[in-house]
T-cell receptor, first 115, second 110 residues
Framework: DAMVIQNPRYQVTQFGKPVTLSCSQTLNHNVMYWYQQKSSQAPKLLFHYYDKDFNNEADTPDNFQSRRPNTSFCFLDIRSPGLGDAAMYLC??????????????FGPGTRLTVL | QKEVEQNSGPLSVPEGAIASLNCTYSDRVSQSFFWYRQYSGKSPELIMSIYSNGDKEDGRFTAQLNKASQYVSLLIRDSQPSDSATYLC??????????FGTGTRLKVLA
């Protein structure tokens, strides 16, 4: 089945210790997104890739970086996690062939805990 | 004013009843509208998408869109305890960006 996969599902890191979250997709979608979601809040878009073009949201902290080495994979790097970065990190994809009917599909998420 | 607004709930309905979830949005250029279901600790799962005014039915779910009123709703017929979750409304303005509401928590009472 075509899908969006995130690894790991749960990540525990120490304050200030870099961490990398990964996302892969078999949908062959050209757009990949990273969201941060905290409890009882809406998902917050951090950045997205349209093919190889990287698009950062204006309010995304510099502490968050991303890489997309190929169509299938995208990584979220948190250079120096703080306690406030503890959240669910969601990867999503969309095809973006028709902007009117474009639909976003989410992976299972990675729950990040910062000690 | 928030771009996408939802009542946070909880909305409690008895098993077998119709649950009605509502969402309003502020940008008139919005083109496509989505309902996602999110169980506690899980990721959002697409339930319905709707692009044109009117109703769209899929099994027990019906999405309703009224662009003139900037309003989109989700009806869940024959509600089951397994429908208990947070329902996120999302709006796309024809760009890369999906704007999410904070969700309505639905509780279906057995």
């Amino acid at each position: 089945d075509a899908m969006v996969i995130q690894n790991p599902r749960y990540q525990v890191t120490q304050f200030g210790k870099p961490v990398t979250l990964s996302c892969s997709q078999t949908l062959n979608h050209n757009v990949m997104y990273w969201y941060q979601q905290k409890s009882s809040q809406a998902p917050k878009l951090l950045f997205h890739y349209y093919d190889k073009d990287f698009n950062n949201e204006a309010d995304t902290p510099d502490n968050f970086q991303s890489r997309r080495p190929n169509t299938s994979f995208c990584f979220l790097d948190i250079r120096s996690p703080g306690l406030g970065d503890a959240a669910m990190y969601l990867c999503a994809t969309s095809r973006r062939e028709d902007t009117r009917t474009d639909t976003q599909y989410f992976g299972p998420g990675t729950r990040l805990t910062v000690l | 004013q928030k771009e996408v607004e939802q009542n946070s709930g909880p909305l409690s309905v008895p098993e077998g009843a119709i649950a009605s979830l509502n969402c309003t949005y502020s940008d008139r250029v919005s083109q496509s509208f989505f309902w996602y279901r999110q169980y506690s600790g899980k990721s959002p799962e697409l339930i319905m998408s709707i692009y044109s005014n009117g109703d769209k039915e899929d099994g027990r779910f019906t999405a309703q869109l009224n662009k003139a009123s900037q309003y989109v709703s989700l009806l869940i017929r024959d509600s089951q305890p397994s429908d208990s979750a947070t329902y996120l409304c999302a709006v796309n303005q024809g760009t890369y960006k999906y704007i999410f509401g904070t969700g309505t928590r639905l509780k279906v009472l057995a």
